[in-house]
Every structure is written in C-alpha cells, then in structure tokens.
C-alpha cells in the first residue's frame, strides 16, 4: 500500500520550534518531489514548501521564508520540516504530498501535480 505518513506536529508556544516529518511506505521517493501545505480551519490550502527529488532545489512560501527548513533523506524515505520562530498564524494542519518530477525542480503553486497525500499532522502555536 503507498502511504504517506506525517509526524512531528503539536502545541508550541509563539517563537518556538517542531519539526515535521514525512515517512513514504510501499514506494520510495527518489524520483519525487516532495511537498507541505497546510490548511487552517475556514482558509484555503496553502502551499509552504517544496524539495526536488535530489534535495538540490527547494522553494519556500514568503510566509515561512527563513524560518522553515525543508530536508530530505532517501536512504530513510524520509523528508522533514523543520519550523522555526513559530508564530501562531502557523497554527494548521500539515500535509506532505509526493509528485512524481524526475527534473529536479518542484513547485506547490499547482497542488494537483501532487499524486499522494498524507492524512496531516496538526500543528497549534498557541501561549
């Protein structure tokens, strides 16, 4: 079965940090490129950060640009992200996604690009 399976998430205080990973099962991810979204209650889905296959390229939303690290281990099947200085507007659920892009370069501006989905891992940035 290919699975996508976020973790990681939970409630931090404002300026503080978690890291989120995403573990592939059933497939590997070397030929994909990895994405984040998140989606807060009653807002649309947002795209946050995307890495390519090779880990070389990485894009960022404004939002999260130099606070959040995308990474990636293949040899685990694993990527991660890792939040930084979090705000309470980071307050969502968290989604990863894999998009099938031997190129070597990633977006989120077109999620249906995007061919599995994790179920989400719920981060709360709350005092």
């Known amino acids: 079965q290919l699975q996508l399976v976020e973790s990681g998430g939970g409630l931090v205080q404002p300026g503080g940090s978690l890291r989120l990973s995403c573990q592939a099962s059933?497939?590997?991810?070397?030929?994909?490129?990895i994405g984040w979204f998140r989606q807060a209650p009653g807002k649309e889905r947002e795209g946050v950060s995307c890495i390519s296959r090779s880990g070389g390229r990485t894009n960022y939303a404004d939002s999260v640009k130099g606070r959040f690290t995308i990474s990636r281990d293949n040899a685990k099947n694993t990527v991660y992200l890792q939040m930084n200085s979090l705000k309470p507007e980071d307050t969502a659920a968290y989604y990863c996604a894999a998009d099938f892009n031997p190129t070597g370069f990633c977006t989120v501006a077109v999620p249906s690009k995007y061919d599995y989905w994790g179920q989400g891992t719920q981060v709360t940035v709350s005092s």
């Open positions: 059933g497939f590997t991810l070397d030929y994909y490129a």
